[in-house]
């Protein structure tokens, strides 16, 4: 990363005249755009910048260098799961014989991206140890939204109007926001002082409520890191009232090769492909975030669905000959509202599908043999950092984490330092900042996700900044306090930004 | 160990004493013994880079991945792309960085998303876009939500039938679990029926009505006095328009709409069987508050120094979880830096030539279809931009079936005789010609014999 600001707008190196494309002259130029009615043509040229391309490619180049990824160090960004996203993973979505697939040509011309799409499916439904899967969702949250949709749909067929949904208070703020906007109504259940879920509290609420209860979300590890212990009894208490249990994938990282969410009585959960399975966050996305359903549940999914199929045909001249394949199943457009149905769509076409060969070719790298490591080793990295600056952070939970640990600040707070002057310290040392300030059951937390592609030496390289950083906070607290100092800039304002919102170039020139 | 595994048994043996551990699995001891998963995962076994290039090769051979030439549209489009776009895109600090919490060492990305706000809200002529959505279809959606909330006494959100079929399944998903009622608006000769549409107004409890630009058959619609008969009642326009062709139609906010949707794919970005593509939205200052996503804002730092960073999240859901505007977030980041080098290669008047380019190549595709003798124009007299719709006299699927086997998909068929084609600028005369020729040459009795 280049430590100092390279502050150009795209549209300020722009020069009328300049052009940073080539286009075949040689076309049929009988019809223009001329003959369109005014009444449909925009009156004046979108001001869109002119630039050579070699001006483009520098000026792009010089932006990344003021961007920090995976790639340029430790991001141990607590509950996003920063792995290392593998470069053959890039090389295969990038095969041009993918990136020149229509997603409406007919089946049998594309039956190689059929079959990565569907032995997709069916990896993700072993290690979730549920029936199937739909990967048409585009990211996490959709794939929340869309397994609520599921719950909704199978609630919906069984004649039965449940509108509420059980979310921990310790929950990511995204699972309350999916209910909302799936039309459910967010009912909170307690948690004990060690960050699990107070059973006491959810049994209260299903014997207040329970035939109302549609589902009860839930992570697990929880958003503390924390392996919910009586999770056998949660599911099943739902289940007695008649509500499903929703599994949020986003710490699925952690039970690589020892546990599975179908195993633990979940009926509907969601995958992040960009944590789990190792497919780049691309500063924010595309990901993937496929829903899968337990047996029983299949029909409600989201169509377009890829199936495998056998087709007999009787040839005249060959006699009765089996075609083996993969076909698409659009739905119809009445499912919506008909039970026993897909639920509807929820995408323009199948998902990310570049961002599918991504983890398909992940899943085919470790194969089964490595898999099962993936969850033992990201714990193993986790629990080490735990044991090792729990003298300098406070740890409000001892006992096992799974693969992400929560320290609420500071042992030592006397000199004002806060958890967000640690983050911002850390950046000062070419360390990307843990997740900060969530979760909110403590005032300071810092939460560190190791992955388990990091190596003892950075783990202990961190540590050991880890460690400095506190002793600074002693002996120059303002040092920390004032952090960052060598970062390409500073400490934004935020309520400059909020209170006269500019977003666009041309607001900024106003 | 495997290579994205480093860890030594030396390693295991220190990192588990500081643990205080005897072995990886006692890490698990927390886990009820009912829950613990004891096979092995039924999955092939390690390939190695070898064996999965192999693999993928076989995958993608002709026979499996058979690359036609492409006349499909409805969505998804074939459009050129400067080589530069993508080997930029790969740059691991883009690639490899997630949302950009930390300020101060994500600027690469809060810099280029603001460029593509800026480069939205200028082809949509709109105030403010955010930093995008996963794809056209639920960017659609949203906005129909955002009709729906904003909406102080409301009965439906009114959609029209030109709308991409798909889209359209999208909003009502999302709308039938949301819980409001959508209403389809009837087209008349392919476009937006008007008396139909001012009878819905009229009846009044309107929270907004979409429409899609050019429509879902490549028709460009005439949508004066919309907005206006709209806003008289409160409710608001949403205009889903193909941003490509935004080089020369007019602006959905000189249509006066007031929120701006549409999917991005067709900026250059392949088509990779459906995605990724990039959903964009943008909207009026006056409803800035009620847009979901991601947005990036202009600000300075400590030093003095102009700087960007993500703002306006009191709209959102890791502040205000079920009051959230949307549950999304994160944005579809790496494709809006797609179209954002794109638009800077394209530039002004690149984006323009595209559209020529294929407005020229559809009408002259057309003509020659016309001429044929074979098709009639589904929607007689109805201007179109570089998709359009025809039928056919015989049957369109064994037509279909024989441009396939000569490598050309020609086109999505959208009724029992009715073809859509769509032209890019990829498309040269040549293969114009030679579908042509296909079609021309194509006799079902000895398709069938």
Known sequence: MNRTLYGNLIFELSKKGRKGYSLPQDYDRTHTTAELPEALRRKEAARLPECDELTVVRHYTNLSHNNFGVNDGFYPLGSCTMKYNPVINEEIAGMKAFAGLHPLQPAVTCQGALEVYYNLQESLAELAGLSEFTLNPCAGAHGELTGLMVIRAYHESQGDIRTKVLIPDSAHGTNPASAAVCGLEVVEVKSLADGTVDVDHLRQLLSEMGSEVAAMMMTNPNTLGIFEPRVLEITEMVHKAGGLMYYDGANLNALLGECRPGDMGFDVMHINLHKTFSTPHGGGGPGSGPVGVRKGLEQFLPTPRVKKVVVNYDLPEDGPTEWEGFIVDWGTASDINNSNKPLGSVGNFFGNFGVMLKAYTYILSLGSENIKHVGPLATLNANYIKERLRDSYLLPISGLCKHEVVFDGLVDKSSGVTTMDVAKRLLDYGYHAPTIYFPLLFHESLMIEPTENESKETIDAFIDVMHKIAKEAKTDPELVKTAPHNTPIGRVDDVLAAKNPITTYWKSKE | ?449
């Not at chain 2, 429409?211 to 008969?229: C, K, R, S």
């Not at chain 2, 991005?264 to 990779?272: A, D, E, K, N, R």
């Not at chain 2, 202009?298 to 979880?321: K, S, W």
């Open chain 2, 1 to 449: 160990m495997f290579k994205y595994f480093p860890h030594t048994e030396e390693d295991l043996q220190e990192m588990l004493k500081a643990a205080g551990a005897k072995s990886v699995h006692d890490l698990f001891d927390d886990v009820p013994e009912a829950a613990r998963f004891k096979r092995e995962y039924e999955l092939p076994e390690a390939l190695s880079e070898t064996d999965l290039r192999l693999f993928f090769e076989q995958l993608t051979a002709p026979d499996n991945a058979m690359q036609l030439v492409c006349f499909a549209g409805a969505g998804c489009y074939d459009h050129y792309a400067p080589s530069v776009v993508q080997n930029l895109i790969q740059r691991s600090e883009f690639l490899t960085s997630y949302t950009p919490y930390q300020a101060e060492i994500s600027q690469g990305t809060l810099h280029y998303i603001f460029e593509y706000q800026s480069m939205i809200a200028e082809l949509t002529g709109m105030d403010i876009a955010n930093a995008s959505m996963y794809d056209g279809a639920t960017a659609t959606a949203e906005a129909a939500m955002m009709a729906w909330g904003n909406a102080k006494k409301a009965n439906c959100v009114l959609m029209s039938e030109t709308v991409d079929p798909k889209v359209r399944r999208v909003v009502e998903t999302y709308a039938h679990f949301h819980g409001f009622p959508i209403k389809l608006v009837p087209a008349v000769n392919g476009v937006l029926d008007r008396s139909a549409l001012d009878k819905e107004i009229a009846e009044g409890g309107v929270a907004g009505l979409i429409v899609q630009q050019p429509n879902y058959y490549g028709i460009v619609e005439n949508y004066t006095g919309i907005a206006d008969a709209l806003h008289e009642q409160k409710g608001i326009f949403v205009v889903n328009a193909n941003p490509s062709d935004l080089a020369i139609l007019k602006t959905p906010a000189e249509w006066g709409a007031d929120v701006a949707v549409g999917e991005g794919q067709s900026l250059g970005i392949p088509m990779t069987f459906g995605g990724p593509g990039v959903g964009y939205m943008a909207c009026t200052e006056k409803l800035m508050r009620k847009l979901p996503g991601r947005i990036v804002g202009q600000t300075l730092d400590n030093r003095g120094q102009r700087a960007f960073v993500l703002t306006l999240q009191a709209r959102e859901q890791h502040i205000r979880r079920q009051k959230a505007t949307s549950n999304i977030c994160s944005n579809q980041s790496l494709m809006a830096l797609y179209v954002t080098i794109y638009l800077s290669l394209m530039g002004k008047e690149g984006l323009r030539e595209v559209a020529e380019m294929s407005y020229a190549g559809a009408h002259s595709l057309r003509d020659k279809l016309i001429a044929t003798g074979k098709f009639k124009d589904t929607f007689p007299g109805q201007p179109f931009f570089n998709e359009f719709c025809v039928d056919y006299e015989g049957d369109l699927e064994a037509l279909l079936d024989e441009c396939t086997a000569n490598g050309y998909l020609a086109g999505v068929q959208v009724g029992e005789k009715t073809l859509m084609l769509a032209v890019t600028e990829q498309r040269s005369t040549e293969e114009i010609d030679e579908l042509v020729e296909i079609i021309q040459q194509f006799k079902e009795e000895e398709a069938k014999a």
